[in-house]
């Protein structure tokens, strides 16, 4: 779908005819660029004529067959698009059997699917002028795939796979017989490529990294906590999302220090920038910004110059340009197209539906789709969602009971008397603070149309703390654990914070606190003191989910200092008195058993514990493994302590008996034509 305000669309024809003698003419006719007009001539039947010499760029077209073929092109691309339905005419290749019977037959059907898939690309390809049909083939992955992202030529898929807490990067060439894993890239999420193919970026161990795709070392480019999505501009400039509140940054594909590249804008109300992707120009790209205020959430164009963002597309899902026209981007878990002008960065017709069911994920806008630079899409189904329960568990690792008939919560934390589990929950289009209490339901704590997130519990339960965006980056609030009244802002600042402990005797409140040049550092604020925050621990590593022990003697906290993320303890309030660290592995979310004695953290999967001994100088134990959870890997955390120490309640993912595939589609464009 063009703009037919170029002209050409518009031109009467006539007997009088014209000769353009160069690429550079004919793209000037056509006003397009001359890669457009290229394009076209290869892949659309443009009218282009070669000298008989045959030099390629010697080339020469008649304005009277350009404008036959432009009329005929206007009117194709603008009948109506099918909204459910196969279209007249496609080929269904069957790629796997039913996934009930995947397992089974998955080892017999693969060499199938890779014979059909390279066929099939090199007929596409082939300078042969061939009837174009649409062509969808299943893909099944080791484990259940996560992010994934089409290589630019369409002939790889890279992907994120692996047991829960041991995910790694995959690569699928789409002409093989089974995906290759990616060695050194544990813990990977949200990869992207290079421009060139030759290079796949992503995110692992609160770091940016980047390793060729022929294989060979890892190398890590910039810190990035929890990346939100990246795109590779030829130039090899790379714009990446660091965390999940904060605005778009840009860093060299060799690495360096990042700078901003995006600003939130106050004034609308935006608290996070993520998933961007570059249009053609390699200069401009797509970002979702997310808002307190519906109405300003969307679709937004950023510029590597740091232009304010101009907003095309209302949605809450990141979004991917599609050639020749389109912007692909979820709505209500489908996946849609409008076309689109890159160079008027506007939007023409209304929005299409292009698949009835794709993946969607409310929690961080990622939608489950990828487009190459041809015209191949890939997607997986909502079927592939993951779920969670909140149940609870003993120190064996025997589940007790469920907490709740209430699924998909995050960020579960228990009262101190044991009593009462908080949890985060989407209600409609705003995520809330509810309680759930076992035998008695769940009842919703905060109403506001924003995202009210990791509840922390006073130490005589009567109230809540919570992060909200309610009025800009998440600051501090709160609220009567009854839901009663309105929430009370407890610290407010330009930065993002989130709140992890409130000490035991009740006097502090401790929250992580991001700063642009020294990531996230431990901050305490005085409970009865409003406004006075003050840095714990402030460093150039990234410091986060600070605990104070039940005696307020120790700061249990995690950072990444040594490249990944482990476990310390620092005496308090002084935190120079000295550091402990208590991982060995890798390791996060520590939590304190009431009395002191024992320390509790996640080493991926895996639920750790360590004995301490009580004394003015900090002894513990070795690690030992208590039992491995299936976690939820949403939110800030998936688990919370008992009191006692005896019981945990964990956010547990629902598995999937079979990993659902991915699905290709080829000449995906011609499905939109009756």
């Not at 898929?157 to 002409?175: E, H, K, M, T, Y």
């Not at 778009?248 to 106050?266: E, F, I, K, N, S």
């Not at 305490?524 to 590593?541: D, H, I, K, Y």
């Amino acid at each position: 779908m063009e703009d037919d305000s170029s002209g050409v669309g518009d031109r009467s024809l006539n007997s009088e005819t014209h000769r353009l003698d160069s690429w550079k003419e004919i793209a000037a006719y056509l006003k397009r660029d001359v890669t457009t007009v290229r394009r076209w001539e290869k892949r659309e039947g443009l009218p282009v004529h070669r000298h008989l010499h045959d030099r390629r760029d010697s080339v020469y077209a008649y304005t009277r067959e350009i404008d036959e073929w432009w009329r005929g092109r206007r009117n194709h691309v603008s009948d109506p698009a099918p909204v459910n339905g196969t279209p007249e005419g496609e080929i269904i290749t069957p790629g796997l059997v039913p996934l009930s019977r995947a397992l089974v037959a998955a080892a017999v059907v693969v060499m199938v699917v890779a014979s059909a898939i390279a066929f099939a690309i090199t007929l596409r390809r082939s300078s042969a002028p061939l009837e174009r049909r649409v062509v969808r083939l299943s893909m099944l992955t080791p484990d259940a795939a996560g992010d994934f992202a089409f290589s630019p030529d369409g002939r790889q898929l890279a992907f994120v796979a692996g047991p829960q807490g041991q995910s790694r990067l995959w690569i699928r060439s789409l002409d093989a017989a089974a995906p290759r894993e990616v060695g050194g890239t544990d813990g990977a999420e949200s990869p992207f490529w290079s421009p060139d193919g030759r290079y796949i970026a992503f995110g692992s161990g609160g770091k940016l990294r980047k390793v060729a795709v022929s294989g060979g070392p890892v190398h890590a480019l910039c810190d990035a906590r929890v990346l939100v999505g990246g795109t590779w501009t030829r130039d090899d400039v790379i714009v990446f999302a660091p965390s999940n509140r904060m605005p778009l940054y840009r860093v060299a594909a060799g690495g360096g220090d990042p700078t901003p590249v995006t600003t939130l804008d106050q004034s609308r109300g935006q608290n996070t920038h993520r998933w961007p992707h570059f249009l053609p120009d390699g200069r401009r790209f797509l970002y979702l910004a997310r808002s307190n205020r519906p109405e300003n959430s969307g679709i937004y164009v950023g510029s590597l110059d740091g232009a304010a963002g101009i907003r095309v597309v209302a949605a809450e899902s990141k979004a991917e340009y599609a050639q020749p026209g389109y912007l692909l981007f979820a709505r209500n878990r489908a996946l849609f197209g409008q076309a689109f002008d890159v160079r008027t960065l506007r939007t023409h017709d209304e929005a299409f539906q292009v698949l009835e069911d794709v993946r969607f994920n409310r929690d961080d806008g990622y939608a489950s789709f990828s487009v190459s630079q041809h015209d191949e899409v890939a997607y997986q189904a909502t079927s592939a969602i993951p779920h969670s329960e909140l149940a609870w568990f003993d120190r064996s690792g025997t589940r007790l009971a469920s907490a709740t008939d209430v699924r998909d919560t995050d960020e579960p934390s228990v009262s101190a008397d044991g009593q009462h589990v908080a949890v985060t929950r989407w209600s409609g289009p705003s995520k809330d603070i509810w309680l759930v209490d076992q035998g008695r339901g769940s009842t919703r704590v905060t109403s506001e149309p924003s995202a009210d997130l990791m509840p922390v519990w006073s130490p005589d339960g009567n109230s809540i703390l919570f992060a909200s965006n309610r009025d800009g980056p998440a600051d501090l609030y709160r609220i009567g654990s009854s839901g009663a009244g309105k929430a009370e802002t407890l610290y407010r600042s330009n930065t993002v914070k989130h709140p992890t402990d409130w000490s035991a005797d009740g006097k502090f409140v401790v929250f992580d606190s991001h700063d642009p040049k020294t990531s996230w550092d431990l901050w305490v604020l005085p409970a009865g003191r409003t406004g006075s925050a003050m840095p714990f621990l402030q460093t150039e590593f990234a410091e986060r989910h600070g605990r104070l022990s039940p005696d307020g003697r120790w700061m249990a906290y995690v950072s990444n200092e040594s490249g990944v993320n482990e476990v310390y303890v620092r005496p308090f309030p002084d935190s120079s008195g000295g550091k402990w660290k208590v991982s060995t592995a890798g390791g996060g979310v520590p939590r304190w058993r009431r009395d002191g004695k024992e320390l509790f953290y996640l080493a991926g999967p895996k639920l750790m514990s360590v004995f301490v001994q009580p004394g003015s100088i900090f002894a513990a134990s070795a690690s030992q493994l208590l039992f491995e959870t299936r976690a939820s890997r949403t939110g800030e955390w998936s688990y919370d302590v008992a009191p006692d120490g005896q019981r945990f309640v964990i956010n547990l993912a629902i598995d999937d008996s079979v990993p659902p595939p991915v699905t290709i589609i080829l000449n995906w464009t011609d499905a939109l034509i009756r």
